[in-house]
């Protein structure tokens, strides 16, 4: 098995946080990625079937937030390409209310049949990996010249959340965009698809969680104080809700991010 993190090209860099490539071609049991909340919507294409939730997917999948765990199921041969968007992006880009596909990530087909189509049909025959992040960068910029105004709002308000995820950081961005509580709400619910408070733990858990996965740490406790909580006992509840282990059982089945 093949992983690699390939750097988002500048053209769609605004919106793309990250890209994972795995290429497994010795698929002899099935594999299973675990999915965790990590407060990024993503594009995901696999060159086979799958499932989530026991239910089939389509090759071109297109995830809102997610909140409770999942994994996604595959049983043969494959390369999967995912594309971490920025959290403000899913409304700018693919014109759906980001609160529908909390949870319930659909085929990308319902959204844009004609281009979705015609892109998982040139995917399919793509002769290299570079050709197939090539097809899914040019889809992904010509979503991005579409994109409208209020972006660059949400883009600002999830950019500071994700740098000081404090209950006080919430109150502090509101008030720098001068906005009310319900219009503030009203904002993540239509373009993030949750709270802005549960947005706002969700980038506490990922960054517990990314410094979980480094090992660089004595105690629980290090994690959990640096990271905000309260104490261990705070993180260990916040870390079981998103992951459904504690981060000890985590950590003793060698999990990765």
Do not use: W
Request: hydrophobic share 40%; glycine share 4%.
């Amino acid at each position: 098995m093949k992983i690699t993190y390939p750097i988002p090209a500048d053209r769609i860099s605004d919106y793309v946080e990250r890209i994972l490539v795995i290429e497994n071609f010795s698929v002899t049991n099935s594999f299973t990625l675990p999915l965790f909340a990590n407060g990024t919507p993503t594009l995901l294409f696999l060159s086979t079937k799958a499932t989530i939730k026991d239910k089939a997917t389509n090759y071109l999948t297109l995830f809102g937030q997610t909140v409770f765990p999942e994994s996604l199921t595959i049983k043969t041969d494959f390369t999967l390409i995912a594309y971490f968007f920025k959290p403000f992006s899913l409304f700018s880009l693919f014109g759906v209310s980001a609160k529908e596909l909390t949870d319930y990530p659909i085929d990308l087909n319902l959204l844009h049949p004609t281009k979705a189509n015609e892109l998982r049909e040139r995917l399919l025959n793509a002769a290299t990996t570079n050709e197939l992040l090539s097809l899914l960068d040019d889809y992904i910029f010509s979503l991005i010249t579409k994109s409208k105004s209020e972006t660059e709002i949400i883009k600002l308000a999830t950019t500071l959340i994700s740098k000081n995820p404090s209950k006080e950081s919430l109150l502090t961005v509101q008030d720098k965009l001068c906005m009310t509580e319900r219009t503030f709400e009203r904002l993540f619910d239509k373009n993030i698809g949750i709270s802005p408070n549960l947005f706002r733990r969700i980038c506490q858990f990922n960054a517990a969680f990314q410094q979980l996965n480094t090992r660089r740490f004595h105690k629980l406790t290090d994690v959990a104080f640096g990271n905000g909580y309260s104490d261990q006992s705070h993180f260990i509840r916040a870390f079981k809700e998103f992951t459904h282990v504690t981060p000890k059982e985590y950590l003793k089945f060698g999990g990765d991010s």
